[in-house]
């Protein structure tokens, strides 16, 4: 088995897929089938339900900030309403982040992205202090080799670890810190929060996903485009050498003869014309030459724009207020899963288990299933099944409540959802 520090608490199989797999196996059996099915249904409306209020707690908090809304409003949101908004809206986004089984990328990891070998030829730059607010989450990291071009017919297999998600959020200073910068031309609009989230993303090229980066040259690239601008400079010059030495010669003499004759200037003979011709073409050289660096670098630039551009195209999965429905359909899913697995794993041993011997048997067994290891978040787990009162607790063993009782408690919460005087109560906290 992985150790436990590679693996993650993603569990990777549709929820569709896992009750369709649980109600096959031995574990639920054919006397139970009717019941599993119920249980399943009532516990997926629960979740449903308690997640529907999660993304109208985030579209109320993140409207201020939201730079595509269409909506008219009459009232105005001030600046101490904003910031409790923008506090409430992290803080709620982190946990269904937290819930869908990401993880937040650490500061280590950025600079890690900053510093480290990307799959380009040219470096970004992010300047941070745009940022009022900045939140990186991942999920699903996974080595992968792929072939890289080394030169015209080359190729070499690199190893790379890649993020299968990346959910990107940020919050930009006002136009007073950009009008005191004499910032402008900016692709994106100040107090705006943006919401990004990415598929596949490598970990050594996450800045490439921040709004304000700049495109920099690597440190080798400089140091092989300055040897190859000073070698090829040093063979111009020698070229052209003769050729300025002689226009400045003959510049050196029309100006002493300018001064002695009054300012007149002096008639040249075919050698001098020559001469300066020569020395003009020396300087065309010299300019053709420079250009040609800059301009190589120039297109680089431009290759590297256009395929980050293509690249992020393609990898873009929503934007702003769209990642709500994304994620809040994944962390349903997920806090499904694992309380769905919890409590039927629970419901097998009669007499108990405790929570490293529950965590144990269901990663054993979805090893065994589906090949892939996890690190099922056993005490999340378990915390949702006594929110939900579907097992009890004694010293340290867990038990399970019984399938039909486990189906009446909870269709007494779906029904409990609506109080009697109509209003709607969230049946988990």
């Known amino acids: 088995m992985?150790?436990?520090?590679?693996?993650?608490?993603?569990?990777?199989?549709a929820k569709s897929q896992l009750i369709a797999d649980l109600a096959?196996?031995?574990?639920v059996g054919k006397d139970k089938k009717k019941d599993f099915s119920r249980f399943s249904k009532?516990?997926?409306?629960?979740?449903?339900?308690?997640?529907?209020a999660r993304i109208e707690a985030l579209q109320e908090s993140y409207r201020p900030f939201d730079p595509d809304s269409d909506l008219v409003s009459v009232r105005t949101v001030d600046e101490n309403e904003k910031e409790d908004r923008e506090k409430q809206f992290m803080a709620v986004l982190a946990k269904v982040l937290d819930q869908a089984n990401y993880q937040q990328i650490t500061e280590t990891d950025l600079a890690y992205a900053m510093n480290r070998e990307s799959l380009f030829d040219i470096n970004l730059f992010v300047d941070f202090g745009d940022f009022d607010n900045q939140l990186i989450f991942g999920r699903g990291a996974r080595d992968r080799k792929i072939e890289c071009k080394t030169g015209w017919f080359k190729k070499?297999?690199?190893?790379?670890t890649v993020y299968e998600r990346v959910a990107l959020i940020i919050k930009f200073k006002d136009n007073t810190y950009f009008e005191?910068?004499?910032?402008?031309?900016?692709t994106f609009q100040p107090g705006s929060m943006l919401v990004k989230l990415f598929?596949?993303?490598?970990?050594?090229?996450?800045?490439?996903?921040?709004?304000?980066?700049?495109?920099?040259?690597?440190?080798?690239?400089?140091?092989?485009?300055g040897g190859l601008a000073v070698g090829g400079g040093v063979t111009v010059f020698l070229k052209a050498g003769a050729g300025l030495v002689a226009m400045a010669g003959i510049l050196w003499l029309m100006a002493h003869a300018m001064v002695s004759q009054g300012g007149r200037v002096p008639?040249?003979?075919?050698?001098?014309?020559?001469?300066?011709?020569?020395?003009?073409?020396?300087?065309?050289?010299?300019?053709?030459?420079?250009?040609?660096?800059?301009?190589g670098y120039k297109t680089r630039k431009i290759k590297f724009m256009k395929t980050l551009g293509d690249s992020l195209y393609f990898k873009n999965l929503d934007?702003?207020?769209?990642?709500?429905?994304?994620?809040?359909?994944?962390?349903?899913?997920?806090?499904?899963?694992?309380?769905?697995?919890?409590?039927?794993?629970?419901?097998?041993?009669?007499?108990?288990?405790?929570?490293?011997?529950?965590?144990?048997?269901i990663e054993a067994w979805f090893s065994k299933i589906y090949g892939v290891s996890i690190d099922f978040e056993i005490e999340d787990a378990l915390a949702k099944l006594e929110r939900l009162e579907l097992c009890s607790k004694e010293a340290s063993v867990y038990k399970a409540i019984a399938l039909p009782e486990a189906c009446r408690w909870l269709a007494q919460k779906w029904d409990d959802v609506y109080a009697g005087d109509g209003s709607i109560q969230t049946p988990m906290a």
């Open 24 to 27: 096959n196996s031995d574990i």
């Open 156 to 160: 070499t297999t690199k190893k790379i």
């Open 319 to 361: 934007n702003n207020a769209g990642v709500f429905y994304h994620v809040i359909a994944e962390a349903e899913e997920e806090e499904f899963k694992e309380a769905l697995l919890s409590y039927l794993f629970l419901l097998q041993s009669e007499s108990g288990l405790t929570a490293s011997a529950l965590d144990a048997a």
């Open 199 to 225: 598929k596949e993303i490598p970990k050594g090229d996450l800045e490439m996903l921040f709004p304000n980066a700049q495109v920099r040259m690597k440190l080798k690239d400089k140091l092989l485009m």
């Open 267 to 295: 008639s040249l003979g075919p050698a001098q014309v020559s001469g300066l011709v020569g020395g003009v073409t020396a300087l065309a050289a010299i300019g053709a030459f420079l250009f040609k660096q800059w301009n």
């Open 2 to 13: 992985e150790a436990k520090k590679e693996r993650e608490r993603f569990i990777p199989v």
């Open 42 to 52: 009532i516990l997926g409306s629960l979740f449903h339900f308690e997640f529907h």
């Open 180 to 186: 005191d910068h004499k910032r402008e031309d900016l």
